[in-house]
């Protein structure tokens, strides 16, 4: 079993940049899929971006490529959610998720760890 906490979030102006963090406990890091979520007020949860086992295995929702990566450093249990050229329609509450099966993907259950999120307020 694995814990999240999500940190790195906070106000910025559009066009700006800014770096989420999600700590994990555990000694078996590395062997978990990571990924971010965010859920807007009113809106459903959506997929952001995930990553594998390794920095060459990721996929990012349309809104986001280009503009946003999903690195992670495993000897410090972290994964980060680089935000950059942010807009308004980032503003969300992101959420740290992993999962220990082989495979996982875009959709929210497909992993079975989540943080308590950290809100992301992006002005215009």
């Known amino acids: 079993q694995v814990q999240l906490v999500e940190s790195g979030g906070g106000l910025v102006q559009a066009g700006g940049s800014l770096r989420l963090s999600c700590a994990a406990s555990?000694?078996?890091?590395?062997?978990?899929?990571m990924a971010w979520f965010r859920q807007a007020p009113g809106n459903e949860r959506e997929f952001v971006a995930a990553?594998?086992?390794?920095?060459?295995?990721?996929i990012y929702a349309d809104s986001v490529k280009g503009r946003f990566t999903i690195p992670r450093d495993n000897p410090k249990n972290t994964v980060y959610l680089q935000m950059n050229n942010v807009k308004p329609e980032d503003t969300a509450i992101y959420y740290c998720?992993?999962?220990?099966?082989?495979?996982?993907?875009?959709?929210?259950?497909?992993?079975?760890?989540w943080g308590q999120g950290t809100q992301v307020t992006v002005s215009s």
């Open positions: 998720a992993a999962t220990d099966r082989s495979y996982s993907g875009r959709r929210y259950y497909e992993y079975d760890y």
């Open positions: 990553i594998g086992w390794s920095d060459g295995d990721t």
């Open positions: 555990g000694r078996t890091f590395s062997t978990y899929r």
